[in-house]
Structures are given as C-alpha cells and as structure tokens.
C-alpha cells in the first residue's frame, strides 16, 4: 500500500473495514482497549474523531461535550466547567474539551456512551483515560507489527468551524501531529474526513499525503456553508446529485455517506460516484435492532441483534469501497 488509503483507481471487490471509534460494539468508543480490540480482530482501518482542548492538544472524542463519554460529572473540582454553548447550530448543555486542558482532560475517564444498547460495553466505564492523537498515531503503528497487516487512519475532523471561530484553527494543530508522528508523507495509509468540505481543502493545501473523504448526512446543511451563506447554504443532498458530484470531482477523493442514502430503493449514489472517479463509504453498519433500517429489526428490543447481514448486503450490493462498523469482527466476517 502506498500511504494514502484507498487511491486506486478501480473499486476494491471488497470493501475497506473501518473499526468505528475502535470496537465500540464492546468497549467504550474511543477507548484505548476500544482501539486494541479492534486491531485484533482484523480491520483495516480505525476511526478516530478529533477536537480540542483550551491549550491546542488534540483529543480522540466524538464531540467537543464530553458528558455522556466519561465521568467528567464526577469532578466536583469540574462542576463550575458545567455550561451551554451553540456547536454547528445546535444548543448543547454540558462540559467541552475546549474549556479543558489537557492535563485536566487527562484525569478523566471513558464511559460508554450508549449503556442501555451496550450494557456489555458499559462494565469497561471508568478505567481508561482519554487518548490524544499522538498516542493513537503510536498505538497503530505498534498493532500494524504487531499484527503483521498496515494498519491505516481515517481521521475524522470535528467541528472545525465552531473551533476557528474561538481561535483554536484545527488546520495548523492535526498538521502538527501528524508529521511529528510520521503520517504526513504517505509512510502510512491516511484518510481525512470532514462535515465540512473547508477544512478538507485546507488540510490537502498543507500537503499532508492523504486521501480526502466528504462526509454527506441524510438531512441538514453543512455547518461551515451555513456559517458563509447563511439560509443559501446548499443542503447536504445536493452533493449527491449529478451537478453536486460533478463539483467534487478533483475537490475530494471520495464521499462517505449516511447508510440511509444507500438503502433507499432506487439509489445510484455509489455507481454516479464511481463514474467520477469518487470512492465511496458508509457509516454507521451496526448489528442493534436500534440502529436497522425499520424493515431488517426483529423482536427482542433495541440492543437486540436485529437481520443485520440482510440490511449490510443491500449495502455490499452497491459496490461501495468502505464500510464503518462498531462490531469489528461482525464487519470482517460479513464485508471480507
């Protein structure tokens, strides 16, 4: 493999087997032993989301409020920390890595967000700090030896609008950690995501050697348009239209896709991107009847397994070229 995950020109005849925040099917997301399991059980990738904190240290969380992922609640020293704040549009109550450093940060522990789906999981609460960036770029390196496979990076970058406007720029941050930790300059398979087209363009214009990937949702507009356009801000579906592929084309590498958009009857997303030489993912294939589409959900409630395989072969079927999965070994069984 030559660095940059997924840069061929052909799809893949299987898909690429991306470990969602690790193996969050079984620990909680983000976690150290969330990452390691993963590697363990085969994947090709793993996903990590990335914010900041007050002094630039990059932090592995879903979100910038990280209430319901560790026991920061815990923390009377914290409990003045407790605050709303608007993120991409949306009035959210909690605590922010962004009024944190890091050396507070680092006195935290994760906790599984989703106790009564993943009660398993939720055993696992409290015992691991949260990761930074560089120790995740490190963990990998190590698993890809240690497992004898290269293992690669999707980076997914997280509201990086709401950061800019508090003056911490994710740009200069993420380019700093990844050249001092070697996966700049293609040693390593790297792909970059974002909800926001800006900042995947700035990032490619630092050189860094990846390939860049457009995150697209069912619903809703993308933050950083809405931030520069207000209400003529284009909405997400517009990017999979033919007009809205044509003006990726050259833009990105690829697009990854809410699973709805495929499971739709009808839908030609993954064949109208390929045709523009655009790769094409999907997120998120999780086994819980909570999370299938209505029509693949069996009995037994929502942590239930529901007819997963049915609902991820309608996505195989597409051809697509990478799936996200929370069950690392459920994905490698079924897409390898």
């Known amino acids: 493999?030559?660095?940059?995950?997924?840069?061929?020109?052909?799809?893949?005849?299987?898909?690429?087997?991306?470990?969602?925040?690790?193996?969050?099917?079984?620990?909680?997301?983000?976690?150290?032993?969330?990452?390691?399991?993963?590697?363990?059980?085969?994947?090709?990738?793993?996903?990590?989301?990335?914010?900041?904190?007050?002094?630039?240290?990059?932090?592995i969380r879903h979100e910038n409020e990280i209430s319901g992922t560790t026991d920061v609640a815990e923390h009377p020293e914290f409990a003045d920390r407790r605050t709303t704040k608007s993120i991409d549009g949306e009035r959210l109550t909690g605590w922010f890595t962004d009024d944190f450093t890091w050396d507070e940060l680092a006195t935290l522990r994760t906790r599984e967000r989703l106790p009564r789906i993943r009660t398993s999981s939720a055993t696992f609460d409290d015992r691991q700090p949260i990761l930074r960036l560089p120790d995740l770029l490190a963990m990998i390196r190590e698993a890809s030896v240690e497992h004898g496979r290269e293992i690669g990076l999707v980076l997914e970058v997280k509201h990086a609008t709401y950061f800019a406007s508090i003056g911490l720029d994710l740009v200069p941050l993420i380019e700093r950690d990844l050249r001092a930790e070697g996966w700049a300059a293609g040693e390593l398979p790297l792909v970059i995501e974002s909800f926001e087209q800006t900042v995947l363009m700035r990032l490619r214009r630092t050189g860094i050697a990846a390939s860049f990937v457009y995150l697209i949702e069912a619903s809703g507009r993308p933050f950083d348009l809405v931030d520069r356009l207000g209400p003529d801000a284009p909405e997400y579906a517009s990017f999979v239209t033919a007009a809205g592929l044509d003006s990726l084309q050259g833009a990105v590498d690829g697009i990854s896709v809410n699973k709805r958009m495929l499971l739709d009857p009808g839908s030609t997303i993954v064949a109208d991107a390929h045709a523009r030489g655009l790769r094409v993912f999907t997120w998120t294939c999780r086994p819980e009847n909570q999370f299938l589409s209505a029509r693949f959900r069996t009995a037994g409630g929502k942590a239930a397994f529901g007819d997963y395989e049915a609902e991820w072969r309608v996505l195989a079927d597409t051809g697509l070229d990478g799936v996200f999965v929370d069950h690392a070994d459920l994905g490698v069984a079924f897409f390898r």
């Open 1 to 59: 493999m030559n660095g940059v995950l997924y840069a061929e020109s052909v799809p893949r005849k299987s898909p690429l087997i991306i470990g969602h925040r690790g193996a969050p099917g079984y620990r909680p997301e983000h976690s150290r032993s969330s990452y390691e399991l993963a590697f363990a059980m085969g994947v090709d990738a793993v996903e990590p989301d990335v914010v900041a904190t007050s002094d630039g240290v990059l932090v």
